[in-house]
């Protein structure tokens, strides 16, 4: 009984103490390690740091045989805070006093998502915002906090990627794909295809990610730096650039029309003047009498006598 009682409490033990492994894996910064502005909790005591002790920058370019640009004093190494006001405009190396040793080097955060769709090869843009209804969806993020892998025994750089669809509803995973600490050992990170669209309400979707490491999206949260700006993209089966012909129904309307009084042109008799045929003219050619000489005189007698012989014939 006593030996199932122990076995207990060192198996609770044992389990208890798994997040508490994975979290200090998470934040344990080595010597010469990275750290990104809004990172909380870091435990930074494998750099030599001790409560009391002053962390300095030499400025961008400095060396650490020149006068420090900033200091800072560490109150606990074992829960140090990469301020973003504090170390903002302060990224670089950082050196621990006395014995300007290399602390660690403060980084500015970047990241950024992709929507890709996976079946037809394409990403969403500011042109490309349509997505049909049925293609697999995947990701690819880029980003420079991959680093935190680096860490001893640490499981990766922690990503959650947000989806918010129709009516505001968030999703935690897609298709048993889990959107929520990811776990990036290096960048880009590609997801595949993981997101089945065909049985997922159609509307409008966006889609971002975070940088959750170490709560630096709580505490530094900016567009591109630890969260990205959403990517907005429509999911439906039709292309909504194609809009469909209206279908028009032909009415009949009975309209009045008023009488209508039809003229006819009365032809017109059109004169053609035809040119004036001018008069014939008569013109009598007049032989001149030829008079033979001697031919006169016995013609004379010639009708003379044909007229007594007449007369004569009469009385008879």
Known sequence: ???????????????????????AAENTVPKAGTVF??????????????????????????????VPAA????????????????????????????????????QDP??????????RDFQITEEVTWIPKGDAVGFRVDTNVYEIA???SSPGAPITIRIRGPGGVEYSSVDGYQLEDIMLSGSPFQSGPVWFTGDYESGSYNVWV?????????????EGKTVTAPVEFLLQSTNPLITPEP?????????????TTVQTPVPTTIVTESPVTPPVTETMTMIPTT?????????SLSALAAGILISFIRRK
Not at 37 to 55: F, N, P, R
Not at 77 to 102: A, M, Q, R
């Open 247 to 259: 279908t028009t129904s032909t009415a009949t309307v009975s309209t009045t029309l008023p009488p």
């Open 37 to 66: 502005l809004g990172e909380q909790g870091l435990d930074i005591t494998a750099t030599g740091a001790t409560s009391g002790s002053q962390v300095v920058w030499y400025g961008p370019g400095g060396s650490p045989t020149s």
């Open 1 to 23: 009984m006593k030996l199932s009682i122990f076995c207990a409490v060192i198996l609770l033990i044992g389990v208890l103490s798994v997040p508490a492994t994975v979290m």
């Open 110 to 119: 970047q990241i950024e998502i992709r929507v890709i769709d996976e079946t």
């Open 210 to 222: 975070e940088s959750t490491g170490n709560d630096m999206n709580l505490n530094y949260k900016r």
């Open 291 to 299: 008079t033979v000489s001697g031919f006169g005189a016995a013609l």
């Open 71 to 106: 200091t800072l004093t560490v109150d606990d190494p074992s829960d140090f805070y990469i301020s973003p006001v504090l170390f903002s405009d302060k990224t670089g190396p950082w050196f621990l006093l006395p014995g300007n040793s290399l602390a660690f080097y403060v």
């Open 150 to 152: 680096k860490r001893p």
